[in-house]
């Protein structure tokens, strides 16, 4: 046997215990060991039924990521499944933690399951752009029916044990320890005669088949520009059309094909990525962290409510500071209606909602915040007003208490320097709405302490977030980048390009909406407040392209007002605006413009490789340590669509090369101010590499 799999007979019973670290994935020695556990279970005459489990902290969690792309080891997945349809003796899976992937599907496999009650099930493999390959899109249906078939394998999400029992997906729930119960469900399985099954040999539900067509439009919606989404339906419906045996072998060329495609390969580096972030390159591992009981926020407008509910909804204690008794009131009450709201629609019980208004202390007086050992601060976002609160929090706090500013384009050195404490002071950009997005940019400013980056990092994924860290510059990673594509978005509408056919190019991209869709649902006034904001630094063409300025001028600022760029119903509901038409005619005579047709393509470039290319000065300047870091950044924080990796892996993809021809040939058009690439992309294009090696 290999090292990762060990057998052993008890009585009647032989048990096959997994061992393969850190989730059991079926690597090759687990796939062989588990052939052989077959073998010898069936081979061996005092045996009467095998029980499959494993070691650790949860049953097998998948097929290996790692090995895709490799040269298959033999026997792949389906060979060992196949040994268990053609078993004589009962296989009884005993699985605990979380059951996903070609996990799950040794568990379908087996003839029958136990779990143990918080034992959480699922097929992830769409989340990396894969159809299951190991007979999930077939067994599954059989048993738990069309409707749960398609939510588990084209959403990824995960069910617990009592709805996967409920849904027929398993047998039994064990009492007690698990090891032991499913030796006991074994050993009655035997005592009542039971002998082997397979779900393969069930009929397909005889389910509505127009849940295919209902589903099919759902996901062309939700899941707009990823095929693994539809191709799974396509393999589920494999069982309607063939027999169970034909259905698995093209169920396992449709997997193999969806792992070589470029979308997996984009899903499968953000899923390494994602795990890449949490470890800083300069920073040791065994850095410690200071311990954080309290958390502090000062500030308590729209982004420090949100971030009293993170911390709250994490159950950490939380004091929360305002300007005065009335913005106190006023916060608390928001608060509480947004999580009643949350109540109401059955996604938060009313306890857990008790116990996190229970979490949350306020206070009118920054001197409360001494006992905390974390403050963030989201006061409103002007230099002067932020550096007197850091230096009151400088006073008000204890030392080594860290300060964190939720900035998102202020200098955080500035800041650090008014504290008098800047070794404790760093960044915590939240992104709105704070308790609901996933993406914090953790900033680390000049004098840093390597304890308080280890600490925000820890404390990051604590209450939830996905923490990528960068260094200080004006928007840090996002609201950088951003801030080139809404440059190109208004530059592209003052040469003649259809604001429409910009937000149509990006959604056809897979981002979830286009710019201006995205400046009518914020508000046209928050995006002239930034843009004032920003104007100091700005050039003559930027103001120039002053549309923005010119609808809040007109009381057209968004979706609120019913009128910015499109025109909205009662319900919100986009049309076009013929205002905007003729807005933008008016800007072209008043500056003497001629516009012109502008084709998809060139929209798409301008927009995606502005920020590409400012993506390559992040790196270049080290503000961003790795291209994994801007990847997720972009991804989860701007809904760059994940099916393409984020900007630094979908360049690499295109090549660098033709990247920099393009930027070069824009430069040529638009003038070195805009277009002047990255010295590091020039680099890497000449060298023949991407930004990721
Ligand atoms: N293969 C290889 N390595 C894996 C893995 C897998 N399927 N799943 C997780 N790992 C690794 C991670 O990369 C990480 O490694 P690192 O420490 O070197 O970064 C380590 O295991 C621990 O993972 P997490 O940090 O994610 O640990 P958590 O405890 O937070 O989460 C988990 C555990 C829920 C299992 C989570 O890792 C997960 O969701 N894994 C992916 C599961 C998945 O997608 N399975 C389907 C694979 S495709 C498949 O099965 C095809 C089939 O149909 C044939």
């Given amino acids: 046997m290999p ?43 005092a045996v009467r039924a ?60 087996c003839h029958y399951r136990i779990a143990s009650p918080e ?16 007979g999930g899109t077939q ?60 779900a393969g040999s069930l009929p397909m ?47 396992l060329e449709m997997c193999r094909e969806s792992i070589a495609g470029p979308q997996s390969k984009a899903l499968r580096y953000l899923f390494a990525a994602e795990r890449e972030v949490a470890r800083i390159t300069d920073l040791p591992a065994d850095t410690a962290t200071r311990p954080i009981d309290r958390v502090g926020v000062i500030g308590l407008g729209v982004m420090g409510r949100g971030i009293v509910m993170a ?14 008794q009335a913005h106190v009131e006023a916060a608390m009450k928001a608060i509480t209606r947004m999580w009643a709201s949350s109540v109401a629609k059955g996604s938060l019980t009313q306890e857990a909602m008790d116990k996190r208004l229970a979490l949350i202390t306020t206070s009118d007086d920054p001197r409360d915040l001494a006992a905390t050992q974390l403050v963030i601060e989201a006061v409103t976002e002007d230099l002067a007003v932020k550096k007197a609160v850091f230096a009151t929090l400088g006073q008000a706090t204890q030392p080594g208490t860290i300060l964190a500013s939720n900035t998102s384009f202020l200098n955080i050195d500035a800041l650090a320097e008014a504290s008098g404490r800047a070794e404790d002071v760093c960044g915590m950009h939240f992104f709105n709405p704070a308790h609901v997005m996933r993406l914090l940019e953790n900033v680390r400013a000049a004098k840093t302490d390597p304890e308080v980056v280890a600490t925000i990092m820890a404390l990051g994924r604590r209450i939830g977030k996905l923490p990528v860290l960068s260094g200080v510059c004006d928007g840090f990673i996002v609201n950088r980048m951003l801030s080139k594509r809404s440059r190109e978005a208004f530059f592209l509408v003052e040469e003649g390009a259809d604001p429409a056919l910009i937000d149509k190019v990006l959604l056809s991209f897979g981002f979830p909406m286009g710019p201006f869709a995205l400046g009518d649902l914020a508000g046209l006034d928050v995006q002239a407040a930034a843009r004032k904001a920003r104007a100091a630094s700005a050039t003559e063409r930027e103001l120039r392209a002053d549309f923005v300025e010119q609808m809040v001028a007109q009381g057209r600022l968004g979706q609120k007002t019913g009128s ?30 001629t516009l012109r047709g502008i084709g998809e393509e060139e929209i798409r470039e301008r927009l995606l490789y502005a920020m590409v290319n400012e993506g390559a000065k992040l790196l270049g300047e080290g503000i961003a340590p790795r291209p994994q870091e801007i990847d997720i950044a972009m991804v989860n924080g701007l809904g760059w669509p994940s099916h393409t990796g984020g900007p630094m892996h979908w360049a690499d993809q295109i090549g660098l090369e033709k990247v920099l021809a393009k930027i070069e040939r824009f430069r040529a058009e638009q003038g070195d101010a805009y277009w002047t690439p990255a010295p590091l992309l020039a680099r890497y294009a000449t060298e023949d590499r991407g930004f990721a090696a």
């Fill in 50 to 109: 095998l029980v499959i489990r494993c070691a650790g902290k949860t049953f097998i969690a998948g097929a290996d990521i790692k090995e895709f792309g490799k040269p298959l080891v033999e026997p792949g997945l389906p060979d060992v499944i196949a040994m268990m349809d053609r078993a004589t003796k009962p296989i009884i899976a005993a699985v605990h933690g979380t059951v996903l992937g070609g996990g799950f599907e040794v568990a379908l496999a």
């Fill in 311 to 324: 911390v709250a909804s994490a159950g950490l204690p939380v004091i929360a500071v305002g300007l005065d």
């Fill in 139 to 198: 067994r599954t249906p059989r048993l738990a029916g069309l409707a749960t078939t398609i939510r588990l394998t084209t959403e990824g999400g995960q069910i617990g044990t009592a709805s996967a029992f409920a849904e027929g997906l398993i047998d039994a729930i064990a009492d007690g320890e698990l090891a032991a119960a499913a030796l006991a469900y074994a050993e009655g399985l035997v005592a009542e005669g039971k002998g082997p099954r397979s």
């Fill in 564 to 593: 910015g760029w499109y025109l909205y119903d009662e319900n919100r509901k986009a049309s076009p605006n013929p205002q905007t038409g003729a807005m933008i005619a008016a800007h072209a005579e008043r500056h003497g413009l």
């Fill in 3 to 45: 090292d990762t799999v060990q057998f052993h007979v008890r009585g009647a019973i032989a048990e096959a215990v997994i061992d393969n670290p850190p989730v059991n994935a079926t690597s090759a020695s687990v796939r062989q060991g588990l052939a052989e556990a077959i073998r010898r279970s069936e081979a061996d005459p």
């Fill in 119 to 134: 034992a959480k099930f699922g097929f992830p493999e769409v989340k990396l752009g894969i159809v299951p390959g190991a």
């Fill in 205 to 251: 539900p005889a389910d509505d088949p127009a849940l295919f067509e209902e589903a099919r439009r759902t996901l062309s919606r939700k899941m707009r520009g990823q095929s693994a989404p539809l191709k799974i339906l396509e393999a589920i419906r494999l069982g309607y059309e063939m027999d169970f045996g034909a259905a698995l072998v093209r169920e």
